[in-house]
């Protein structure tokens, strides 16, 4: 084989009280799709901020074309052709397209912007990505999917050798997701070597040349492209066979707890949805990308007022004013974005889990009982399984999956009737999901009415009791446990014919 274009030689990084990555050692060759796989914690992100230039290994050696290099900054990574495309995407909304793509580069005469000159050279760049804009296009003005490629096209700009991908799907919609692979395809056939991290293995599967497995900071073993199957990369992940990943549920129906009665959102003023979700049952709530989903959940829990329609929380009309009539009658949302809505970033996981129940630990609604708030924190952190020494920790270190836990047990915090949840477990690797998914069977055991979005169809046919799509602000059908397949779903999800029932 040919020399790696890129190797990683026994790299250890620590931080206060945590062994990040722990000897580890890749390669990566010319041309070449490198998935490196992991759950959360396990050291992706900090492996890969280091080639980046945004961290500096305690010990190891990175070598490029046979060159030991030392990479001490995001300039001396780029010089070196390395780009990294973070999962929150790093552009200037304020700036057009091009301004962005030449961000901190901008060619100059006698001090001034050659705007002209940007935007045609940025506009070379755009089309080998096939981003159809104007390069002066303001970057808010932009889809996800359409940054994603401004991203893609910066780092082509800098004639980047090796590209560094953390969730670049998790935004996307279905379409944007198969045009990515598209671009991915073409930059691996120009020579360009890419580093793909996800959690969704099916995309690993499709893309992969090999697959790199982290566990616990460490490597835990490597894939060939005719290795790579879910059942091999969940092994080396989790370091155990998931035989049974979905838990299967033995639901009897029972009482009506959540009753929605022709409700009409904002999003959708000209179709009224109307379902039940039953005592501790597990309702999937599906639908392609504005199909009026997340609308569904952010109404029923008061974020948005409806413009008709009913709640009936055990029997009785929820009033929707604001989120803290949801909150008082037992309603909870974990949302789907958890950093601009779940959490807050600087705090720690202590104040983030008791803040939506401060005045339950208060003494006199005024001052804040410490013992009551850390045992609080403590017992979710056991119970939600979240990887830290103590809950004193700023929720802004835990990685993604642990992010997503702390955002579920605060809201669990306050023992709620009918919890919502827009995709749980959006960023999370596997282990957690299966974590989530046991934790959403527990409480449906303990008479909790659960109903969930999520855009992984194989997930929503898992772990529900029932079905309801959505299309087009709609309910197109409802499925029951015995009417289950990805077919009848995406007929609904599309419009295009109804459910073949058997």
């Known amino acids: 084989m040919p020399n790696p274009i890129l190797r990683v030689k026994s790299v250890t990084k620590r931080f206060p009280g945590v062994v990040a990555l722990n000897n580890v050692s890749i390669d990566l060759y010319a041309g070449e799709v490198l998935s490196v796989i992991g759950e959360n914690g396990a050291g992706k992100s900090t492996l890969m901020k280091i080639l980046a230039g945004i961290q500096s290994p305690d010990e190891g050696q990175i070598v490029i074309d046979s060159e030991p290099v030392l990479i001490d900054s995001v300039q001396t990574a780029t010089s070196l052709g390395i780009a990294l495309i973070h999962q929150e995407l790093n552009l200037c909304d304020n700036l057009s397209v091009a301004a962005n793509i ?103 599967i499709h893309l992969s040349d090999r697959v790199a497995v982290l566990r616990d900071g460490q490597n835990a073993g490597k894939l060939e492209r005719d290795e790579i199957t879910r059942e091999n990369m969940v092994s080396k992940m989790v370091g155990r066979d998931l035989k049974q990943f979905y838990i299967q549920r033995d639901y009897q129906p029972q009482n009506p707890i959540l009753e929605i009665k022709d409700l009409v959102t904002q999003a959708h003023p000209n179709h009224a949805v109307s379902f039940n979700v039953r005592q501790g049952e597990i309702v999937g709530l599906y639908g392609l990308v504005g199909s009026g989903r997340t609308e569904v959940l952010t109404t029923i829990f008061g974020m948005t007022p409806p413009l008709s329609g009913t709640v009936l929380l055990n029997g009785e009309k929820l009033e929707m004013r604001d989120c803290r009539d949801s909150i008082s009658a037992g309603v909870a949302l974990v949302p789907e974005d958890r950093k601009q809505q779940g ?91 299966q974590e989530i998914y046991a934790l959403m069977d527990q409480l449906a055991k303990s008479g909790v009415a659960i109903l969930f979005v999520s855009s992984e169809l194989e997930e929503v046919l898992g772990i529900s009791d029932q079905i309801i799509v959505m299309h087009h602000g709609k309910i197109s059908g409802t499925l029951e446990k015995t009417e289950f397949s990805e077919e009848n779903v995406m007929r609904l999800a599309t419009g295009t014919q109804t459910a073949q029932i058997n």
């Open 102 to 204: 030449y961000l901190g580069r901008e060619p100059s005469r006698f001090s001034f912007l050659k705007n002209d000159s940007i935007d045609s050279v940025a506009q070379t760049y755009m089309d080998q990505v096939g981003l159809k804009v104007s390069p002066q296009t303001l970057a808010k003005d932009l889809s996800i999917g359409q940054q994603q490629l401004v991203e893609i096209a910066k780092a082509l700009s800098i004639n980047a050798r090796i590209v560094i991908m953390d969730e670049p799907t998790s935004s996307l919609t279905q379409q944007e997701t198969e045009y990515l692979y598209e671009i991915i395809d073409r930059l691996r056939n120009d020579g360009i070597s890419i580093v793909y991290i996800s959690h969704r293995l099916a995309e690993v």
């Open 343 to 433: 959490i807050v970033l600087e705090m720690s996981i202590r104040e983030n889990t008791s803040m939506s129940v401060l005045e339950r630990i208060s003494v006199l609604t005024k001052f804040i009982q410490e013992a009551s708030e850390l045992e609080l924190a403590e017992e979710h952190r056991e119970k939600l399984k979240i990887k830290t020494p103590h809950v004193e920790t700023s929720v802004s270190n835990l990685s993604g999956g642990n992010q997503q836990k702390v955002v579920v047990g605060k809201w669990l915090a306050t023992e709620p009737v009918v919890l919502l949840l827009d995709e749980p477990t959006r960023g999370v690797d596997v282990g957690a999901k």
